[in-house]
């Protein structure tokens, strides 16, 4: 068998399936929605403005939002 970079062979940790049946319900939502928490923390954490803080599921959705 042959993995890509981004699998892990291993099976996912119970606690990582309880955590993914809570978000369950919200699956169908982009992650824009439910970042402001974690934006905050960084602009903290980093001191920079909120506002230039930017979360989203992947590179490639930043890349295409910023060009």
């Known amino acids: 068998m042959s993995l ?3 699998e892990n062979p291993l099976p996912p940790l119970d606690e990582a399936i309880e955590a993914a ?3 369950l ?7 824009e ?4 928490p974690l934006r905050h923390m960084l602009a903290e954490r980093d001191e920079v403005p909120e506002r230039l803080v ?4 992947g590179s490639e959705l930043i890349l295409r939002q910023l060009f």
């Open 54 to 57: 930017h979360v989203n599921a």
């Open 33 to 36: 929605a439910l970042s402001a």
């Open 25 to 31: 319900a919200r699956s169908n939502h982009y992650t």
């Open 4 to 6: 890509l970079l981004c």
């Open 21 to 23: 049946r809570q978000e």
